[in-house]
């Protein structure tokens, strides 16, 4: 008996240490039903572990404004399996200051992570675009871990005006790999 209440005690201690449950994202299949897509967190964790599986399944996108205006988080873990992150996913979660984004991701979208609190950031290794907005007003952003395997990153030509990294203070050789890369917007 002692040893039931000892396990449900260490349960709930661990829900609460960890914050989230499958039953905390509203999800639906991907389009091709291989996998699972995240439409919305509905927990109150400040820090998050998107589970890898939901009900047998892979997670494998994280939908447009999935976690926007999320003001509690602080940090968030995303699983390998993920290949997709949607537009506005992580937008005006003003109090994220870390997130890992897998080596699965290829492209950031639009505003994905705009108005976030990140101070540094590792690009994928397989980043192929960063659509404008993507680190827009990330006002402490100063490091970003770009992979030297990265030779060119497409940006949006019509995006000169805000930028992706537009309000970030990002030093000037970050500033100059970027411009190499392809970037003509604003810092």
């Known amino acids: 008996m002692k040893k039931a209440i000892l396990s449900i005690i260490f349960i709930m201690a661990a829900a609460i240490v960890f914050g989230q449950s499958e039953s905390d ?3 639906e299949l991907t ?3 291989s996998g699972v897509v995240i439409k919305k967190y ?5 820090s998050v572990v998107i589970p890898a599986t939901i009900q047998g399944m892979p997670v494998k996108e994280i939908g447009a404004s999935a976690f926007e205006k999320e003001w509690k988080l602080i940090s968030v873990v995303v699983p390998d399996t993920v290949i997709k992150i ?9 109090n994220l200051t ?3 984004i897998p080596d699965s991701i290829t492209i950031i979208k639009r505003s994905t992570f705009f108005s976030c609190n990140l101070s540094s950031i590792t690009l994928p290794s397989n980043i192929k675009e960063i659509q404008p907005f993507a680190f827009y007003s990330n ?3 100063s490091t970003i871990i770009i992979p030297d395997t990265i ?4 940006f949006d030509p019509n995006d000169t005006g805000y930028g992706a990294f537009n309000y ?3 030093p000037l050789p970050t500033q100059a790999r970027l411009r190499k890369l392809g970037y003509t917007g604003k810092f």
Do not use: H, Q, Y
């Open 25 to 27: 994202f509203v999800t």
């Open 31 to 33: 389009a091709d039903f």
């Open 42 to 46: 509905k927990g109150s964790a400040t």
């Open 86 to 94: 949607g537009e506005n996913a992580f937008s005006n979660c003003t």
């Open 98 to 100: 870390r997130i890992n």
């Open 139 to 141: 006002i402490n952003l």
């Open 151 to 154: 030779e060119k990153i497409k």
């Open 168 to 170: 970030t203070k990002l």
